[in-house]
């Protein structure tokens, strides 16, 4: 059973940081990419950061580049999104989800859609 555990929202300052942390299992870990997207109340989810396990390639949506960094724990099967310099915009559910590595995921790395299989989500609130 493919199992996604996210850890580490919060509420934080604006300007604050946070560290998200996703736990896998129950699939080939370094086979698949997993991604970080996050959807606010009234707004589609969308994608912030993904990653492929096996070749470390990593993708950001524009609204966060500088600010969030996305890095794999190999040994524990895990994936953290370090997220810095917060700001209001950023408040929402995040989620982890992962996908195998077809030939789409280069080139739609951040689509939602493309995504098999999804963690419960983390609430992250970004005072102002």
């Known amino acids: 059973e493919v199992l996604l555990v996210e850890s580490g929202g919060g509420l934080v300052q604006t300007g604050g940081s946070l560290r998200l942390s996703c736990a896998a299992s129950?699939?080939?870990?370094?086979?698949?990419?997993i991604g970080w997207f996050r959807q606010a109340p009234g707004k589609e989810r969308e994608g912030v950061a993904s990653?492929?396990?096996?070749?470390?390639?990593?993708y950001y949506a524009n609204s966060v580049v500088g600010r969030f960094s996305i890095s794999i724990d190999y040994a524990k099967s895990m994936v953290h999104l370090q997220m810095n310099d917060l700001k209001p915009e950023d408040t929402a559910v995040y989620y982890c989800?992962?996908?195998?590595?077809?030939?789409?995921?280069?080139?739609?790395?951040?689509?939602?859609?493309?995504?098999?299989?999804w963690g419960q989500g983390t609430q992250v609130t970004v005072s102002s």
């Open positions: 989800a992962t996908r195998g590595m077809s030939g789409t995921y280069y080139s739609l790395p951040l689509v939602p859609q493309k995504y098999d299989y």
């Open positions: 990653i492929s396990v096996s070749d470390g390639s990593g």
């Open positions: 129950g699939f080939v870990f370094d086979q698949n990419a």
